[in-house]
């Protein structure tokens, strides 16, 4: 009985830690690449934060919301000092000002909104703003629709001031 109990523990310790795997979010985190940058709040910008900072990991930091503003649309020139205004379903807002690569979030511990949610965003002296024309029913990460490239899956990087022909 004894060896059946020693052969059993290693078994169910495996049985118990493959249920932890998540093979979606490891090809997720892994398609990120590799990041030259430090972790940290200018790290990955453009990059959808939610896929490491949503809970899951690998971070440590559980945001609940996080993106990049650019100055102008077409170019990839960050955004900063850009206050970000974030509006959930029960009309409660959060402001968030992006950093010097463009890059700003709210943690689990200063807002988590309800969803769906909208977003402006709004230059620090007031002078010009861009609101969302649609909402965001569940997903928190902007780069996880505002991808690099516009296209039907995505309507391009969020920028601050329309492109001047």
């Not at 955004?79 to 009309?91: A, K």
């Not at 861009?130 to 629709?145: F, I, N, P, V």
Request: hydrophobic content about 30%; glycine content about 12%.
């Amino acid at each position: 009985m004894r060896a059946h109990g020693l052969l059993l523990a290693p078994l169910l310790a495996t049985l118990a830690a493959s249920g932890c795997y998540d093979a979606v979010h490891d090809q997720e985190v892994g398609a990120l690449g590799s990041d030259p940058a430090p972790p940290g709040p200018q790290h990955r910008p453009g990059q959808p934060c939610l896929v490491c900072h949503g809970g899951s990991g690998p971070a440590s930091l559980t945001l609940s919301t996080g993106g990049t503003v650019y100055d102008t649309q077409g170019q990839t020139t960050p955004s900063s000092g850009t206050v970000v205004t974030i509006e959930d379903v029960d009309g409660h807002f959060f402001n968030a000002t992006t950093n010097q690569v463009g890059n700003f979030f709210t943690t689990q511990s200063e807002f988590v909104p309800h969803f769906p949610i909208q977003m402006t965003v709004t230059s620090a002296d007031g002078s010009v703003s861009q609101s969302m024309l649609t909402h965001s029913s569940r997903e928190g990460s902007c780069a996880a629709c505002h991808q690099a490239t516009p296209g039907p899956s995505s309507p391009g990087p969020v920028y601050l001031n329309t492109a001047k022909h």
